[in-house]
């Protein structure tokens, strides 16, 4: 059964902290997705990778970056967490065949900046 | 980019067939029509995706006009497990200029099913 697991399901950080986010899939997908959610936002892409060491901007890149060192894991770091940046966070990882959107998501962190 | 717009919200009864539409006036000729659906507390999880005309699987059938302008989930028969955030998504990830191409989520219907 495909899997992508998240480190941490909630994460409570103070405004300034370094925040590493971890996602990891075992399907060996080519791509992987980071996400966040806010109430009536909906899902906004923050970066994606469509392979090791390749990184991309997606919608609302500020504030964050990523890192892909290896094909299973895709990390979501924020460099000095600010209040804005509370919300569950999403990962994502999918195959460069099949369908073209079919994206597989983990179970999200919901992380809080005090 | 292909924006899209959905229902904030529909309500429904059981055993009842239930369709959501979602408008997409600027989709692009690569793109494709990708809905999901979320429930509280997990991940989305794709249902169906189609090009043009209609898709069907075993979960849902995706209706989709000549013009592609918008489409239609449509789900037979829910049941109170059904209820959830639906999500029409635009674009073509994997065909998308260079690798770039970008996946547009809408902000969701929320769909209520009664007993």
């Known amino acids: 059964d495909v899997k992508v697991t998240q480190s941490s399901r909630y994460l409570v950080k103070r405004t300034g902290e370094k925040v590493f986010l971890e996602c990891v899939q075992d399907?060996?997908?080519?791509?992987m997705f980071w996400y966040r959610q806010d109430p009536g936002l909906g899902l906004r892409l923050i970066y994606f990778?469509?392979?090791?060491?390749?990184?991309e901007k997606g919608d609302i890149p500020e504030g964050y970056s990523v890192s892909r060192e290896k094909k299973e894991r895709f990390s979501l770091i924020l460099e000095s967490a600010s209040t804005n940046q509370t919300s569950m966070y999403l990962c994502?990882?999918?195959?460069?065949?099949?369908?073209?959107?079919?994206?597989?998501f983990g179970p999200g962190t919901r992380l809080t900046v005090l | 980019l292909a924006k899209t717009t959905q229902p904030i919200s529909m309500d429904s009864y059981e055993g009842q067939e239930v369709n959501i539409t979602c408008s997409h006036n600027n989709i692009a000729t690569n793109d494709y029509i990708t809905w999901y659906q979320q429930f509280p507390s997990q991940g989305p999880r794709f249902i169906i995706q189609g090009y043009k005309t209609k898709v069907t699987n075993e979960v849902a059938s995706l209706f989709i006009p000549a013009d592609r302008k918008s489409s239609t989930l449509s789900l037979p028969r829910v049941s109170l497990s059904d209820t959830a955030v639906y999500y029409c998504?635009?674009?073509?990830?994997?065909?998308?200029?260079?690798?770039?191409?970008?996946?547009?989520f809408g902000q969701g219907t929320t769909l209520q099913v009664k007993p």
């Open positions: 399907m060996d997908h080519e791509n």
């Open positions: 994502a990882s999918s195959a460069t065949s099949g369908p073209s959107n079919e994206q597989f």
């Open positions: 998504l635009v674009g073509d990830f994997l065909h998308g200029s260079g690798n770039t191409g970008k996946l547009i």
């Open positions: 990778s469509y392979d090791v060491k390749m990184k």
